[in-house]
């Protein structure tokens, strides 16, 4: 069982940055941040696995977003620059024990950009 813990949410204006954290309890083969908006399903929004391979990222946040990870620490890092109302979301956490499938998830923080 592998427990993850989020950090970072908050209110922020638009244009502002924030950075979530997420640290894994125990190894993973790759991390990941999804989000959830009231009203709409949960999408994704970038991911990465362990053994360097390219980050992945949904169209809308390309450009501002970044992903990174630290594997010593068994963390994964969104750093979120530009960032718009439309991002205002629950954003979750989660991590994959091999390809295919997400296996656990965080809490969620909540993110909320004010216009």
């Known amino acids: 069982q592998v427990q993850l813990v989020e950090s970072g949410g908050g209110l922020v204006q638009a244009g502002g940055s924030l950075r979530l954290s997420c640290a894994a309890s125990g190894r993973t083969y790759a991390m990941g941040w999804f989000r959830q908006a009231p009203g709409k399903e949960r999408e994704f929004v970038a991911a990465r696995n362990g053994s360097g391979g390219r980050p992945l990222y949904v169209d809308s946040v390309k450009g501002r977003f970044t992903i990174s990870r630290d594997n010593a620490k068994n963390t994964v890092y969104l750093q979120m620059n530009s960032l718009k109302p439309e991002d205002t979301a629950v954003y979750y956490c989660?991590?994959?024990?091999?390809?295919?499938?997400?296996?656990?998830w965080g809490q969620g923080t909540q993110v909320t950009v004010s216009s």
């Open positions: 989660a991590a994959a024990l091999g390809p295919g499938a997400w296996d656990y």
